[in-house]
């Protein structure tokens, strides 16, 4: 089970930090990924965190800005998004898998999803 916390509603420049707290997997080795999607937009993939070699992932829209991390005693992983923009407005999802997928970016790949939490980013 995956539950995402921590979206809402922030102004252009500022910062919101997501929360996935995952329960029910079989090893600790699991990985853990963001993804969003905007309303009219494809669901975007935008990082992850291997947590079998501490890995981490970003695609170029969340280098640089986006920071993901873990707390493996909280079973939790936080994606920590600053300098937010108003194209960050999304849905963002906590996505989980067994093992990292071939294709760490390819959201269909992840068996487990959480339920979403809303991020809006005002201009």
């Known amino acids: 089970q995956l539950v995402e916390s921590g979206g809402g509603l922030v102004q252009t420049g500022g910062s919101l930090r997501l929360s996935c707290k995952a329960s029910?997997?079989?090893?600790?080795?699991?990985?853990i990924a963001w993804m969003r999607q905007a309303p009219g937009k494809e669901r975007d993939v935008i990082s992850c965190y291997s947590n079998s070699d501490g890995k981490k992932y970003y695609s170029d829209s969340a280098k640089g800005r986006f920071a993901i991390s873990r707390d493996n005693a909280k079973n939790t992983v936080y994606l920590q998004m600053n300098s937010l923009k108003p194209e960050d407005t999304a849905e963002y999802y906590c996505?989980?898998?067994?093992?990292?997928?071939?294709?760490?970016?390819?959201?269909?790949?992840?068996?487990?999803w959480g339920q979403g939490t809303q991020v809006t980013v005002s201009s």
């Open positions: 996505l989980g898998n067994d093992e990292l997928p071939v294709e760490w970016d390819d959201y269909l790949l992840y068996d487990y």
């Open positions: 029910g997997f079989t090893s600790d080795d699991y990985v």
